[in-house]
């Protein structure tokens, strides 16, 4: 009888699937946003080992410093004094160093063992390979994508929860501005801000800044609106203290380069209520009254030859010895010049 084959599911309905113990003996985890991966992974734990045992039951490895001989020998052991035991390999790719090695991994993966979750990360599979049909076969694949900017306020809502707190409208969308879409970054932050608070049950406007503006006030969000506001002194402060932290300067352009691609579709178009704008940048409507007041300080003109610019500098910090703060500077100036 031939298997049904996983299809790749949302981590919403993986999430479900484990709290009600339908679990699987493979799993594949891959993507951006690693915090949310390593939630799943501790959950996944939880939910098949007992603390009394965990010790005997899991095994935590890394693909690249072990060979796969004794990965099939971890996750062909039998649990002690539990129904399951969890072997997590970090890197899976890596472990596939030769087509010996595959063969090997691949034997067990199309055969895994029902009293082992075999959880794997690593990088995206290619579904032609037998390995990925393997694991699609008996398993179940997660790709775990970062937020959508539209989906951060929302997510800022609920995970404060986590720490018995609650937080306003307006401090989210200020914690959004500052983080940005990363989850580990908005956890960390809100988790110091709990601390912060103390008995007090709802984080605030001042509480942000006085919290999480002390080390983001210097970021490419604000980077970007200091240049939406035109405000030249803000902008190149907020640029030269990211360059001291070590920010990427082609990273800053790559971003600066999207910003104003939303202020070019807001400007060379007709009028659009804040939802339509939200609806269109898949943003938060808490965000589009930047981009509006942003696009109303910038011609099309001086927004078309923004974009020259940043892909000037782009092409001057990788091909000549020009100094980079020097590069990055000037090419703020230019952008923000009347008539640019």
Known sequence: MVKEKSEEVTVKVLQSSILQKNIKPLY????????????????????????????????????????????????????????????????????????????????????????????????????????????????????????????????????????????????????????????????????????????????????????????????????????GQRDVSKAVTILENMMENGENSIGTIVMLTKYFQKLWIIKGSAPRSEVEIANLFNINKFFVKNFSTAASNYKLAEIENAFNILINTDETLKTSGMDEKLAMTLMIYNIMREGN
Do not use: C
């Open 28 to 227: 594949y985890f891959f993507g951006e946003e690693d915090y949310l991966i390593e939630e799943i992974v501790k959950l996944l734990i939880e939910k098949n080992i007992d603390k009394t045992v965990k010790v005997f039951n899991l095994d935590m490895i890394d693909g690249g410093s072990v060979n796969v001989k004794d990965v099939v020998a971890y996750a062909s052991a039998y649990p002690m004094m539990s129904e399951k035991r969890v072997l997590v390999v970090r890197d899976f790719n890596k472990l596939l160093i030769s087509e010996n090695s595959k063969e090997i991994m691949l034997r067990y993966l199309r055969n895994p063992s029902q009293t082992t979750v075999l959880i794997m990360t690593g990088t995206k599979l290619d579904n032609r390979t037998t390995i990925a049909k393997a694991i699609r076969e008996n398993g179940t694949v997660v790709e775990f994508k970062p937020l959508y900017d539209n989906q951060v306020h929302a997510w800022i809502r609920s995970h404060v929860k986590i720490f018995g707190k609650n937080i306003t409208e307006e401090a989210a969308q200020l914690l959004a501005e500052y983080v940005g879409n990363s989850m580990r970054e908005i956890h960390n932050e809100l988790e110091k801000l709990s601390i912060y608070l103390g008995s007090k049950l709802t984080i605030e406007e001042d509480d942000v800044n006085a919290v999480v503006g002390v080390s983001k006030a210097y970021n490419v969000f604000a980077l970007q609106n200091a240049i």
